[in-house]
């Protein structure tokens, strides 16, 4: 098929961010917005020619069309073979698994990620590289830079191809593969995991859960693992067909948006497990019967009892989590005698060190958790990480959760966002803050003296690439801590994130309720940010 060389005319606005280029699905339908985007991924890769290309997402709207754009434009930038995911479907982790199994060039990873979708909400494309995980800033600034300038993009013309049915096609000299989209990330999974003991713990009725795919993207991947291969009841899975809207809701796995799991694993008679996962499947949560574990803490669980699981028998090399996470994981890893390592936000971060093989584990507070078996946070990996270790332990999720504060103390942890402030007033916040620092340090509030307050800034101890500017660290000589950052994954306004920790040793201290235990960092954090001062919002709009 003939190449045609479109012209084109660059938009300024296409700089991607923690987990790629995110906006509103009506901005990626402006002309040639998505065409540009991909041109400028295929300008900055040394050569696609022959190599093989992952493509797939979480099944939100727009996702179908996007494909065949970046299938046409793969033919016409020298492409030799493409998997696509049955359906255009692939997880976020399972993208991951596939470009590593097939020693790919790398993929486009088609989402929004917890963000909502359909025709008025929002979409996202990413392009993660040969070792399966986000390309890192070097790449991602160079595709910036390249969006900016670029005058015409590359694509043949052919009608849009059957991604429904498995088996073999072609745009001329490209070969399109429609694959199982489940089938080498469960086969990774049964590598990691006892399955046997799971499976006769749910024969057994000795485990019962209740899995929330949210109407997103892990359903198919939940339903085959959790139910038809592992015997979970069925009806376990609930909310297991994605949809382009997500039935309407919000894809993000909290307390506030899995509101009827939570109701569920706070009532009568709870299943011994409840979790949840977002739009395209790389996020989690955790509870037990009346039992909610926080994902710094989980964390930190899933690293203490690593030895006790299949994949991990032989110890952990090292673990990481991100700057804003609570840093229950640091006390397991100075029990362990191992490498604790604190980067910015964005998976992207933790891939340099996963390939040094530094880590093992990581994780962020944002409800991701992820190890060396890909190179993308894994919502599904940590269920059947917890359903191992309930199997293995055989306690209860809350049992687990108290014997490892025992052990190791307790850090109460809580993260506040206050979403869609007008740009200004954020940046306005942050710059308050800012000029704070160098007047911090030493000073009290009531019982809390500042020991540390600085503009988090990371050299990457592998490549010696730094990030300057990834959040505001405020440290007390007490353990706790306040930290602000705004984030990156929004589409509209902006969200600060205000994160608070304090430390607790004592056992009878260890059953507070979290907001009540961070009631003074609360105060201490709104008299330094006047958020709520300056937004007039009264509350957080999510609290997790």
């Known amino acids: 098929m003939a190449v045609e060389i479109r012209k084109t005319t660059p938009y300024p606005d296409q700089k991607p961010g923690t987990s790629g280029l995110r906006k509103k699905v009506k901005v990626f339908l402006q002309g ?18 022959g190599a093989t290309l992952v493509v797939g997402g979480d099944g939100r709207y727009f996702n179908r069309q996007a494909i065949q754009i970046i299938l046409r434009m793969a033919a016409a930038n020298g492409v030799g073979r493409v998997l696509v995911g049955r359906g255009g479907l692939l997880s976020t982790p399972a993208a991951s698994c596939v470009i590593r199994k097939h ?36 790449f991602t600034d160079r595709v910036y830079q390249r969006s900016r300038v670029i005058d015409a993009y590359r694509i043949v013309s052919a009608p849009d191809l059957d991604i429904d049915t498995p088996g073999r096609s072609r745009i001329g000299d490209m070969e399109i593969e429609v694959i199982d989209p489940v089938a080498d990330y469960a086969e990774l999974m049964e590598h990691l995991f006892d399955f046997g003991l799971i499976r006769s713990g749910f024969r057994s009725g000795a485990l019962t859960l209740r899995f929330d795919a949210m109407h997103a993207v892990t359903g198919p991947y939940a339903k ?20 382009e809207d997500f039935g309407g809701g919000h894809p993000d796995p909290n307390l506030v948006h899995a509101r009827e799991l939570a109701a569920v694993m706070y009532s ?15 996020r989690n949560m955790i509870m037990g019967a009346n039992c909610f574990v926080t994902p710094s803490d989980s964390l930190a669980i899933l690293a203490a009892n690593a030895h006790l699981v299949p994949g991990y028998k032989d110890g952990l090399r090292g673990v990481a989590r991100s700057m804003p996470t609570g840093r229950a994981v640091d006390r397991v890893a100075a029990a362990m005698g191992i490498e604790c ?28 958790t992820g190890s060396d078996h890909v190179r993308e946070k894994d919502g599904l990996w940590a269920v059947l990480f917890w359903l191992n270790l309930i199997a293995l332990r055989k306690q209860s999720v809350a049992a687990i959760v108290a014997d490892h504060w025992r ?90 994130r205000v994160y608070m920790e304090r430390y607790e040793r004592d056992p009878n201290l260890h059953n507070l309720p979290t907001q009540e235990a961070l009631a003074d960092l609360i105060a201490i954090a709104e008299d330094l940010c006047q958020v709520k001062k300056r937004t007039g919002m009264a509350q957080p709009s999510v609290m997790t």
């Open 341 to 368: 390592y604190e980067t910015p936000t964005g998976w992207k971060f933790f891939g340099n060190l996963l390939d040094a093989r530094r880590i093992t584990l990581c994780g962020e507070e944002s409800f991701g």
């Open 224 to 243: 085959r693992i959790l139910e038809e291969t592992l015997s979970a009841a069925p009806g376990s899975v609930v909310n297991a067909v994605p949809l």
């Open 407 to 496: 052990r190791f103390g307790r850090d109460y942890y809580s993260r506040h966002d206050y979403e869609g402030i007008e740009v200004p007033v954020a940046e306005g916040i942050m710059g308050r803050l800012q000029d704070l620092l160098a007047e911090l340090p030493g000073r009290a509030f009531g019982d809390y003296r500042v020991t540390l307050a600085d503009d988090f800034r990371y050299v990457d101890p592998v490549d010696g690439s730094v990030s300057e500017h990834q959040g505001i660290r405020i440290a007390f000589d007490n353990s706790s801590r306040i930290v602000f950052r705004l984030s990156g994954t929004g589409t509209e306004g902006a969200t600060l």
């Open 32 to 49: 040639n917005y998505l065409e540009n985007f991909v041109q400028s991924v295929f300008d900055t890769v040394e050569t696609a020619d």
């Open 103 to 138: 020693r790919a060039l790398g993929g486009f990873v088609l989402s929004a990620s917890h963000n909502p979708g359909g025709p008025e909400e929002d979409f996202g494309i990413k392009f993660n590289v040969a070792n399966g995980g986000p390309a890192p800033e070097s």
């Open 268 to 282: 009568g008679r709870p299943p011994t497990l409840g979790a949840a996962s977002d739009g395209d499947g790389d």
